[in-house]
Nanobody, 121 residues
Framework: QVQLVESGGGLVQAGGSLRLSCAAS????????MGWYYQAPGKQRELVAG???????NYADSVKGRFTISRDSAKNTVYLQMNSLKPEDTAVYFC???????????????WGQGTQVTVSS
């Protein structure tokens, strides 16, 4: 089965930086879109950044100019570089990928377990 594992979260002071990574493992035929979502306590999950197989990106307004999403398709990995972090960025960050395990299957969404990012003031 496919597994997505995030890494790089942690505690950082306001103004600092973190880089999140998410690598997919298992049987994978192809990956289309990749993305990052975040969820604060009591809030619904929201898109942080997405990247298509062609390299097109989109970002939440709140992170534009501070965060950068990138991918290494050969490594089945997506990254989120987070700079100039603010306390309001504190949340659990989830990696997601739209992929198919075999050619005959449809694409479907897979999710990581999430990694905590805490930004102190």
């Amino acid at each position: 089965q496919v597994q997505l594992v995030e890494s790089g979260g942690g505690l950082v002071q306001a103004g600092g930086s973190l880089r999140l990574s998410c690598a997919a493992s298992g049987t994978i035929f192809a990956i289309a879109d990749m993305g990052w979502y975040y969820q604060a306590p009591g809030k619904q999950r929201e898109l942080v950044a997405g990247i298509t197989s062609g390299g097109n990106t989109n970002y939440a307004d709140s992170v534009k100019g501070r965060f950068t999403i990138s991918r290494d398709s050969a490594k089945n990995t997506v990254y989120l570089q987070m700079n100039s972090l603010k306390p309001e960025d504190t949340a659990v960050y989830f990696c997601t990928m739209k992929l198919k395990r075999f050619k005959f299957l449809d694409f479907r969404d897979y999710w990581g377990q999430g990694t905590q990012v805490t930004v102190s003031s």
